[in-house]
Every structure is written in structure tokens, then in C-alpha cells.
């Protein structure tokens, strides 16, 4: 079987191919099918945003379709940067770094330690079959000094406490043993083979 994994994210597309390491599917990307659709993010949940995404690429390429909407939220910032964790500095250009640099700033005057979760969605839609939703989530805190070289996003400034690291201190295959999208992935991944 084909699986579509609706994103052009290269952490993204690093570790759900690592996840999928040595389970009986091909995968390609939507640059591999042509397919040059960058899907709105407009519903009002993760759930909601991954299924627009696996639904629309799944549609116009006939395949099954994974896709995964991720958000960072601090509990000290009522939840942000949420659902809108990769558009949290709104410029074109924004990197990484900028947003986690915003978000230091925004933390600066609050009491630490900073708690925080990852959380992923992950939806697999198929002709024909109702989509199916998975969910995962890693506890953690925001710290201000930057550690590790793996990972993306905000991976550098997330402290999981019960291993003392970042995540993107953490290579590959530990990652995929706690992070968010591993959890979610891997029930989407039991679900596939079922």
C-alpha cells in the first residue's frame, strides 16, 4: 500500500519516515505526486486542521493520506501559541528561531518554571472510508537557553524533565519513542495495518 504523507516539512517528513521504518507501505510526499497544495488551516482544533489537510491531498491524489496538525501550548500564555504555533510570528520569512524568540519575550515577565505540552493530530483519510483521528501528547516546560541540534520548531527550548533533556536534544529514535507526533503516529500506524 501507498501512503500519502500530506506534508513538505523536513522534520516532519524525517520523522514520520523513521517512524515507518521496517512497516510494509511505500510513502511519498505531495512533491512526489506533483502535488503543489498548501491547504488552509482553518478549523478550530488540531483534529479539525489535520483532517481538512489529509482529506484534501487524499482527494486530489486518490490515495490514502496522513497528515498531522502540531501545536505548542504554554500554560503561562493561556494556552499559546495553540493552533497557531507555526504562524506565531506572521510574516512570510519567519524562521524558527523568530518564533522561538517571541515566545521567550512573551514568557520574560512571568513566574517560571514555564509548563507546556506538545500536541498532535493526526487524521488518515481514504476513498471512500470515514477519516479516522489519532491523538498524542508530551508534558514538558519552556526553558530560555537553546539546547540540542535535532529536532525543529520549538524542540530546542522544550525541557521534558523525565529524561532532563530537550527534545531536540533527543536523536531520532528516542524522539520517536516520546515526542507527540510519535505517539499519534503509531496508533495511526496500528490502525493501517489492521
Known amino acids: 500500500m501507498i501512503i500519502l504523507i500530506a506534508t513538505n516539512n523536513k ?4 520523522e514520520i519516515s523513521a517512524l515507518f521504518e521496517g512497516v510494509p507501505f511505500e510513502l511519498c510526499f505531495p512533491a512526489d ?20 489537510k489529509a482529506e ?4 486530489l491524489s486518490g490515495l490514502v493520506t496522513l497528515a498531522d496538525d502540531t501545536g505548542l ?17 506572521p510574516t512570510t520569512d519567519a524562521t524558527d528561531a523568530d518564533r522561538r524568540a517571541k515566545l521567550l519575550a512573551e514568557l520574560a515577565d512571568k513566574p517560571s518554571p514555564w509548563l507546556a505540552r506538545f500536541v498532535c493530530s493526526v487524521a488518515v483519510a481514504a476513498p471512500g472510508v470515514p477519516t479516522c483521528l ?18 525543529f520548531g520549538y524542540d530546542r ?7 532532563g533533556r530537550t527534545l531536540a536534544d533527543l536523536p531520532m529514535p528516542e524522539k520517536n519513542h ?14 493501517l495495518l489492521r
Not at 484534501?56 to 482527494?59: E, I, K, R
Open 73 to 89: 501550548e504554554v500554560a503561562a500564555l493561556d494556552g499559546r501559541p495553540g493552533l497557531h504555533s507555526k504562524r506565531y510570528v
Open 11 to 14: 522534520g516532519k517528513k524525517n
Open 178 to 191: 516520546i515526542s507527540h507526533r510519535a505517539v499519534a503516529v503509531n496508533k495511526a500506524i496500528q490502525y
Open 157 to 163: 527550548i522544550f525541557w521534558i524533565p523525565q529524561v
Open 134 to 151: 489519532f491523538e498524542g501528547e508530551v508534558q514538558g516546560e519552556i526553558i530560555t537557553r537553546e539546547s540540542g541540534d535535532f529536532g
Open 56 to 59: 484534501t491531498l487524499c482527494q
Open 33 to 52: 505526486l506533483g502535488i503543489d497544495k498548501d491547504v488552509d488551516e482553518t478549523g478550530s482544533t488540531y483534529a479539525e486542521n489535520a483532517a481538512l
